[in-house]
């Protein structure tokens, strides 16, 4: 039984798991049939890139952020032109460019000194 929470309640009753077990597990877990479409419909790219930009911003190192948001932006740009989305496109080329164009300035001031 699936409730509104995605909790997977299993009971005695259906032998399906131990009495009294609860996991709670999204549903795309719960469904191999979703994980496939997801796989195939080309929206991982978006997850990865959005994980990217997320971790981003843990890194210290000015150059290493560069290049994970310009890598993040590629990814970007990629699901952009699965969905045929312009904005996406151009917006994320956009930072993409701009990253790497920072990052190879601060790799050149870095080489300098």
């Not at 077990?21 to 978006?46: C, F, Q």
């Not at 981003?56 to 560069?66: A, E, F, G, K, T």
């Not at 990052?103 to 300098?112: E, G, H, L, S």
């Amino acid at each position: 039984m699936i409730d509104a929470a995605c909790r997977v309640e299993y009971h005695p009753r259906n032998n399906t798991a131990p009495s009294g077990r609860i996991w709670d597990l999204p549903k795309s877990i719960m469904n191999a049939a979703t994980l496939l479409e997801i796989w195939h419909s080309g929206e991982w790219v978006g997850w990865v890139a959005t994980a990217l930009f997320a971790l981003s911003y843990l890194v210290d190192r000015p150059l290493h952020l560069l290049l994970l948001q310009a890598l993040a932006g590629a990814l970007w740009v990629i699901y952009g032109a699965v969905l045929g989305a312009a904005p996406v496109v151009v917006d994320n080329g956009v930072v993409a460019a701009g990253a790497l164009y920072k990052a190879q300035d601060t790799w050149r001031k870095r080489r300098r000194r």
